[in-house]
């Protein structure tokens, strides 16, 4: 069938992926609420069209924190890439540089940070990261990362506990055998996620800072009380998230508290925003509303899911198109 829009590769992505890999990238806590509310908020926003405004020839390039970028979309950190295609990371790594954009890889890749970085030399990507209880595990993921040409820290706020996946839990989510979390090699003996540190405070961003000079961005803010606090401490972006709906159900959708925290932070950083981005005319409204760039998250993993690399590349194309377009008729 003719793939033309992000739903398209979505039906694709659930009727053909294995249904335990489907429901881990599907998840949101609890009762998924906050998860389809990412989607539904974007719906009730309205443009103001104008009229007879030149738009024969537009310009739809961006830079973050100065690196130029082909249009303001980028991918955001997901985990487990080779659940939804052989290849993983590699595949989301090659799409990402051909398109010009920025891909933030997951501390949970399937694939090393070494692997990612070979897989698409010179291209723009940051690294997420988690913080552990063992800081040895974080600060070494922060030196590779940043010896390997990483350009940015994005610091994983919202996850102090993982949140309640019903599916995954009635499933008995783990990775498959052949998988593995690859940065993570040998840094543990048991499972992950049950090491992640909930001591963490707003004192670490001075840890983190004393770790490195990539720039830090903080992922997971949703209030001004927040974004004024990653101002305070010298952070150089923020992305409004809230992990997906995957993490603490009930809270805002993104695109509905994204304008809070820009007027917040009164343009002293960038800030950015994922969550429920389906169509170009979504990325158009986030950056009417402040945003600097979007992120997207599942969407990409549906692409890799129809056709790897290829198959992501389709699915940032149309984003890309839908954005101009929606730029054009909007005037």
């Not at 069209?49 to 249009?71: A, H, Y």
């Not at 040409?149 to 019903?166: C, I, M, N, S, W």
């Not at 002293?268 to 998250?297: M, N, Q, W």
Request: charged letters at 25%; glycine letters at 8%.
């Amino acid at each position: 069938m003719a793939m033309v829009c992000l739903s398209d590769f979505e039906a694709y992505a659930k009727k053909y992926l294995p249904k335990i890999a489907w429901d881990f990238f599907a998840a949101g806590a609890d009762d998924c609420s906050t998860r389809d509310e990412n989607i539904l908020a974007y719906e009730r926003i309205r443009f103001r069209p104008r009229i007879l405004r030149d738009v024969s020839v537009m310009d739809i390039r961006t830079k973050l924190l100065g690196t130029e970028i082909s249009f303001p979309v980028g991918i955001a950190p997901t985990g487990f890439h080779q659940l939804a295609w052989p290849d993983g990371e590699k595949s989301t790594a090659r799409a990402a540089k051909a398109m010009d954009i920025c891909y933030i890889a997951s501390t949970y890749s399937t694939c090393t940070l070494e692997e990612i970085s070979t897989a698409a030399p010179g291209g723009f990507r940051w690294f997420q990261l988690y913080t552990y209880r063992n800081r040895a595990v974080s600060q070494r993921l922060v030196q590779r990362a940043e010896a390997l040409g990483f350009q940015g820290l994005v610091l994983t706020a919202d996850l102090p506990y993982t949140g309640k996946r019903r599916d995954d839990v009635r499933n008995g989510f783990r990775l498959p055998p052949h998988m593995k979390l690859k940065n993570l090699e040998g840094a543990f003996e048991v499972c992950t996620m049950s090491l992640l540190d909930p001591s963490v405070t707003w004192n670490d961003i001075y840890w983190l800072r004393s770790l490195t000079h990539l720039p830090i961005i903080i992922k997971g803010i949703l209030t001004k009380e927040d974004a004024e606090l990653a101002v305070r401490h010298g952070v150089q972006g923020i992305v409004v998230s809230n992990h997906g709906g995957r993490q603490l159900d009930g809270g805002p959708a993104t695109i509905d508290a994204l304008a809070e925290v820009v007027e917040a932070v009164q343009g002293r950083v960038e800030v950015y925003v994922d969550g429920g981005i389906r169509k170009g005319s979504d990325v158009l409204k986030a950056l009417a509303l402040g945003a600097k760039c979007v992120f997207v998250g599942r969407p990409a993993l549906w692409g890799l899911a129809y056709k790897g690399e290829e198959g992501l590349q389709d699915v940032l194309r149309i984003l890309q198109d839908e954005f101009r377009l929606s730029m054009a008729l909007a005037g």
